[in-house]
């Protein structure tokens, strides 16, 4: 049930705040439970983050370990999964489960009532009994206030800006900062063919190949869990030498801390290589020093070297974005990350949760679905008889995109016109309680 153009109506037992793949995990988990959720989305679509990234970006985690709980990502979709192709797998989640997903509602604020929670929104105020934020961890772009910037002549943009490499093809780009989407861009932006590359680097990123001899290394992160940091980390820099050797001759030193000790300490993830080491050795691309003011149409760098760039493209990281939505709440610490963690009850604030902001070496996208269950888990046991026997309000037939059916029976579901391949639908769901009774009822009739 998608609607465009909402009004509020009455309260749905529980609100979730976004329609990415946390906040649609999320509403999975609880439907499987018979807890019926409205998820609020400021975009036009599901998946907005995906869809405001470059054309080619992937997933770095392998497809069958990336996609969400019942329904699987086809085969035919590649081992590593393209922004376009994951996009349309999240679009037709959402209607094999039949979420109710309200689009173009932005929440602007989140306050305590005396039965719950209330969501200010642009579409009216939300009451609720429990409210799940899955807003997204890498939400807004951050690009630092470097003196003399607002007086440099040519584009100073971030990476989430930047719709397609191919853009740049051609121009003298200076990229500032080596970390995940910087080390992944580097590679495109060589590929496509950037007159010049210069990659600012402030701290040596840890960098991984995303398989070795054909082998995904994404499974092994998994199993390396069980580990102790420590040797988690000397096994993440015996395969990461075993597959680029020295990068020091190329300017990028070997880090002092492992990448589990620096995700532990910083929150800092591991960089995945996708082109960006060959580039480096074959010098088409070249590291300079930290990038720390503008003159005029110069760059200086920390070594006192200019640069003259086209254009200076800033993958500096994102923030979370929470501060207006819940940091009057007590609930943030001073990173702006939930006090309670990812996928927790908040012990301060009974009712309100948050989900996908853990990072992992494994990657975020298998945390979702367990960190979804575990909610959904937590609800259906505090308020047994919370959602049960509530209907959503109906939809009119132009307003009502959901695929007709029993419920309980499996669903074959196609993609849109133009994609490739069929979505596999999973196992049916058991029926929830009402439908058990219902069933039950019948058979005595």
Do not use: C
């Given at each position: 049930?998608?609607?465009?153009?909402?009004?509020?109506?009455?309260?749905?037992?529980?609100?979730?705040?976004?329609?990415?793949?946390?906040?649609?995990?999320?509403?999975?988990?609880?439907?499987?439970?018979?807890?019926?959720?409205?998820?609020?989305?400021?975009?036009?679509?599901?998946?907005?983050?995906?869809?405001?990234?470059?054309?080619?970006?992937?997933?770095?985690?392998?497809?069958?370990?990336?996609?969400?709980?019942?329904?699987?990502?086809?085969?035919?979709?590649?081992?590593?999964?393209?922004?376009?192709?994951?996009?349309?797998y999240l679009e037709q989640l959402a209607r094999h489960h039949r979420l109710d997903i309200r689009f173009g509602v932005h929440v602007q604020q989140l306050d305590r009532t005396p039965g719950g929670w209330r969501l200010t929104t642009s579409a009216g105020d939300w009451d609720t009994d429990q409210v799940v934020i899955a807003t997204g961890y890498d939400r807004v772009p951050w690009l630092p206030d470097w003196p003399g910037r607002a007086e440099f002549p040519h584009p100073v943009i971030h990476v989430a800006d930047l719709r397609r490499a191919a853009d740049l093809a051609g121009q003298r780009v200076l990229l500032v900062g080596a970390?995940?989407?910087?080390?992944?861009?580097?590679?495109?932006?060589?590929?496509?063919?950037?007159?010049?590359?210069?990659?600012?680097?402030?701290?040596?990123?840890?960098?991984?190949?995303?398989?070795?001899?054909?082998?995904?290394?994404?499974?092994?992160?998994?199993?390396?869990?069980?580990?102790?940091?420590?040797?988690?980390?000397?096994?993440?820099?015996?395969?990461?030498?075993?597959?680029?050797?020295?990068?020091?001759?190329?300017?990028?030193?070997?880090?002092?801390?492992?990448?589990?000790?620096?995700?532990?300490?910083?929150?800092?993830?591991?960089?995945?290589?996708?082109?960006?080491?060959?580039?480096?050795?074959?010098?088409?691309?070249?590291?300079?020093?930290?990038?720390?003011?503008?003159?005029?149409?110069?760059?200086?760098?920390?070594?006192?070297?200019?640069?003259?760039?086209?254009?200076?493209?800033?993958?500096?990281?994102?923030?979370?974005?929470?501060?207006?939505?819940?940091?009057?709440?007590?609930?943030?610490?001073?990173?702006?990350?939930?006090?309670?963690?990812?996928?927790?009850?908040?012990?301060?604030?009974?009712?309100?949760?948050?989900?996908?902001?853990?990072?992992?070496?494994?990657?975020?996208?298998?945390?979702?679905?367990?960190?979804?269950?575990?909610?959904?888990?937590?609800?259906?046991?505090?308020?047994?008889?919370?959602?049960?026997?509530?209907?959503?309000?109906?939809?009119?037939?132009?307003?009502?995109?959901?695929?007709?059916?029993?419920?309980?029976?499996?669903?074959?579901?196609?993609?849109?016109?133009?994609?490739?391949?069929?979505?596999?639908?999973?196992?049916?769901?058991?029926?929830?309680?009402?439908?058990?009774?219902?069933?039950?009822?019948?058979?005595?009739?």
């Amino acid at each position: 049930m998608i609607t465009p153009n909402p009004t509020p109506e009455p309260a749905p037992p529980v609100v979730i705040v976004g329609a990415g793949s946390a906040g649609l995990a999320t509403a999975a988990a609880l439907q499987r439970r018979g807890i019926h959720a409205v998820i609020l989305e400021q975009g036009s679509g599901v998946a907005t983050s995906w869809r405001n990234r470059h054309g080619e970006l992937r997933l770095n985690t392998i497809r069958w370990l990336s996609d969400l709980p019942g329904l699987r990502i086809p085969r035919n979709r590649g081992r590593w999964v393209t922004r376009d192709d994951y996009i349309d797998y999240l679009e037709q989640l959402a209607r094999h489960h039949r979420l109710d997903i309200r689009f173009g509602v932005h929440v602007q604020q989140l306050d305590r009532t005396p039965g719950g929670w209330r969501l200010t929104t642009s579409a009216g105020d939300w009451d609720t009994d429990q409210v799940v934020i899955a807003t997204g961890y890498d939400r807004v772009p951050w690009l630092p206030d470097w003196p003399g910037r607002a007086e440099f002549p040519h584009p100073v943009i971030h990476v989430a800006d930047l719709r397609r490499a191919a853009d740049l093809a051609g121009q003298r780009v200076l990229l500032v900062g080596a970390g995940n989407s910087g080390v992944e861009i580097a590679g495109h932006l060589v590929d496509t063919g950037v007159d010049a590359l210069w990659v600012s680097v402030r701290t040596p990123p840890n960098i991984l190949p995303r398989q070795v001899a054909g082998v995904p290394l994404h499974p092994l992160t998994r199993a390396l869990r069980l580990l102790p940091e420590r040797l988690r980390d000397a096994n993440a820099r015996t395969i990461a030498r075993l597959a680029f050797g020295d990068l020091a001759p190329h300017g990028l030193p070997t880090p002092t801390q492992g990448p589990y000790q620096r995700l532990r300490t910083t929150g800092v993830t591991v960089a995945v290589d996708q082109g960006f080491v060959n580039h480096l050795k074959a010098a088409r691309l070249q590291i300079v020093a930290e990038l720390t003011k503008f003159a005029g149409s110069d760059v200086v760098l920390r070594d006192g070297q200019r640069l003259r760039p086209d254009l200076v493209l800033a993958a500096t990281g994102f923030r979370r974005g929470l501060e207006p939505l819940a940091g009057h709440l007590g609930v943030l610490n001073a990173d702006g990350l939930p006090r309670s963690g990812s996928g927790q009850a908040s012990p301060d604030a009974p009712g309100l949760w948050f989900l996908g902001y853990r990072t992992a070496i494994e990657g975020n996208l298998r945390q979702h679905p367990i960190e979804a269950r575990r909610i959904a888990r937590a609800i259906a046991q505090t308020q047994p008889n919370i959602g049960r026997g509530r209907r959503a309000p109906a939809l009119s037939n132009s307003q009502d995109h959901r695929r007709q059916g029993p419920p309980d029976r499996p669903r074959e579901v196609t993609t849109n016109p133009g994609s490739r391949g069929r979505l596999e639908a999973a196992r049916p769901h058991p029926p929830a309680d009402g439908a058990i009774r219902r069933q039950a009822k019948r058979r005595s009739s």
